[in-house]
T-cell receptor, first 114, second 112 residues
Framework: DVKVTQSSRYLVKRTGEKVFLECVQDMDHENMFWYRQDPGLGLRLIYFSYDVKMKEKGDIPEGYSVSREKKERFSLILESASTNQTSMYLC?????????????FGEGSRLTVL | KNEVEQSPQNLTAQEGEFITINCSYSVGISALHWLQQHPGGGIVSLFMLSSGKKKHGRLIATINIQEKHSSLHITASHPRDSAVYICAVPNAGGTSYGKLTFGQGTILTVHP
């Protein structure tokens, strides 16, 4: 059974803390994505990676960074968490190639920043 | 960037009813995705279609490429179908690396 696993379902952090969200996929996918989901705004792309050590900014990268040292793992880092980063974070992966590819999502990580 | 509009935003139905959710997009695409999100978070892919119609159980997805429009139908709806349904299309232009633009989602509630 193919899987995208996010390390934490629920996190509570304080303003200014450094936060790591981890995502691992077991499908040997080239593409990995981090989205945040907020009511009324839908899913917005933060960062994505199309290969190991390769990353590109999405639509809302400010306040975030990412790391992809191994193909199966894509980490999202909040260097100094702020209350406006309270959100649901979703990791996804897809294979490379021509045309549209099915996207596989993790269960999500709900982050609350106090 | 591709613009995606879904309607309705909220939908309430009685068990057994036939349900339709619509999705329109602005730029020609290779394929359109329908996703389902149950309360609690996880999103699953229901369909990826580039033409015509696909069916899986009680779910049917259709797409009209010329009109840039897709519909998701649920026949004989059931309370377990209650979820958010999201339409997504590839970003327009350039090398997309599988990036998608998402609709706002349709919140479906099916009452027994």
């Amino acid at each position: 059974d193919v899987k995208v696993t996010q390390s934490s379902r629920y996190l509570v952090k304080r303003t200014g803390e450094k936060v790591f969200l981890e995502c691992v996929q077991d499908m040997d996918h080239e593409n990995m994505f981090w989205y945040r989901q907020d009511p009324g705004l839908g899913l917005r792309l933060i960062y994505f990676s199309y290969d190991v050590k390769m990353k590109e900014k999405g639509d809302i990268p400010e306040g975030y960074s990412v790391s992809r040292e191994k193909k199966e793992r894509f980490s999202l880092i909040l260097e100094s968490a702020s209350t406006n980063q309270t959100s649901m974070y979703l990791c996804a992966s897809s294979s490379a190639g021509q045309g549209s590819r099915e996207l596989f999502f993790g269960e999500g990580s709900r982050l609350t920043v106090l | 960037k591709n613009e995606v509009e879904q309607s309705p935003q909220n939908l309430t139905a009685q068990e057994g009813e036939f349900i339709t959710i619509n999705c329109s997009y602005s730029v020609g695409i290779s394929a359109l995705h329908w996703l389902q999100q149950h309360p609690g978070g996880g999103i699953v892919s229901l369909f990826m279609l580039s033409s015509g119609k696909k069916k899986h159980g009680r779910l049917i997805a259709t797409i009209n490429i010329q009109e840039k429009h897709s519909s998701l139908h649920i026949t004989a709806s059931h309370p377990r179908d209650s979820a958010v349904y999201i339409c997504a299309v590839p970003n327009a232009g350039g090398t997309s690396y599988g990036k998608l633009t998402f609709g706002q989602g349709t919140i479906l509630t099916v009452h027994p």
